[in-house]
T-cell receptor, first 113, second 112 residues
Framework: AQSVTQLGSHVSVSEGALVLLRCNYS??????LFWYVQYPNQGLQLLLK??????LVKGINGFEAEFKKSETSFHLTKPSAHMSDAAEYFC???????????FGQGTILTVHP | DGGITQSPKYLFRKEGQNVTLSCEQN?????MYWYRQDPGQGLRLIYY???????QKGDIAEGYSVSREKKESFPLTVTSAQKNPTAFYLC???????????FGEGSRLTVL
């Protein structure tokens, strides 16, 4: 069984500041991990995914995440926030390369000018 | 254009009525999923199907039904038995080997 915990339902940063969104997972098998972004009233778009290759994963829009097995974490970062990054972000885990994902509660990112 | 089409985007329903949400895909993906999204609760899996004419219950299947008669289509019916149906519903697909889900634009259901 898999589960995901996203620490912080709301995160607020200034434009140009570091973005850090936290995700911890639990999985009984080696996990596949994902970060998705959602803009209001839209579907989810994949930012990046970890599938047991490199532990540092680069995604779209300048985001990256690092898989840390010892900490069971997969935190999402971006060096410099943009106003367009304001959205809700979801971390998700799967135990297989083909199957249903379990999602975290989501973190709403607000970016201030 | 390849993708996932959900319709309608907005739907209003009176209590006691069944309503069917459409999901069509032309990505040729085998698996299709329905998720429900409520504020602060993330996405919860309602039903999924990995092959035509077969589907499985997810975590919150009560009050919902699905069918998978064609590879391209996976409609979701919200029945009158669903006690709190007002939510945003997302359809997704996945392909073998990639693990990731591809999402439609969602359907927002409001019960009046």
């Amino acid at each position: 069984a898999q589960s995901v915990t996203q620490l912080g339902s709301h995160v607020s940063v200034s434009e140009g500041a570091l973005v850090l969104l936290r995700c911890n997972y639990s999985s009984s098998v080696p996990p596949y991990l994902f970060w998705y972004v959602q803009y209001p009233n839209q579907g989810l778009q994949l930012l990046l995914k970890y599938t047991s290759a490199a532990t540092l994963v680069k995604g779209i829009n300048g985001f990256e995440a690092e898989f840390k097995k010892s900490e069971t974490s997969f935190h999402l970062t971006k060096p410099s926030a943009h106003m367009s990054d304001a959205a809700e972000y979801f971390c998700a885990v799967s135990g297989t390369s083909y199957g249903k994902l379990t999602f975290g509660q989501g973190t709403i990112l607000t970016v201030h000018p | 254009d390849g993708g996932i089409t959900q319709s309608p985007k907005y739907l209003f329903r009176k209590e006691g009525q069944n309503v069917t949400l459409s999901c069509e895909q032309n990505l040729n993906h085998d698996a299709m999923y329905w998720y429900r999204q409520d504020p602060g609760q993330g996405l919860r899996l309602i039903y999924y199907s990995q092959i035509v004419n077969d589907f499985q219950k997810g975590d919150i299947a009560e009050g919902y039904s699905v069918s998978r008669e064609k590879k391209e289509s996976f409609p979701l019916t919200v029945t009158s038995a669903q006690k709190n149906p007002t939510a945003f519903y997302l359809c997704a697909t996945s392909d073998r080997g990639t693990g990731e889900l591809f999402f439609g634009e969602g359907s927002r259901l409001t019960v009046l």
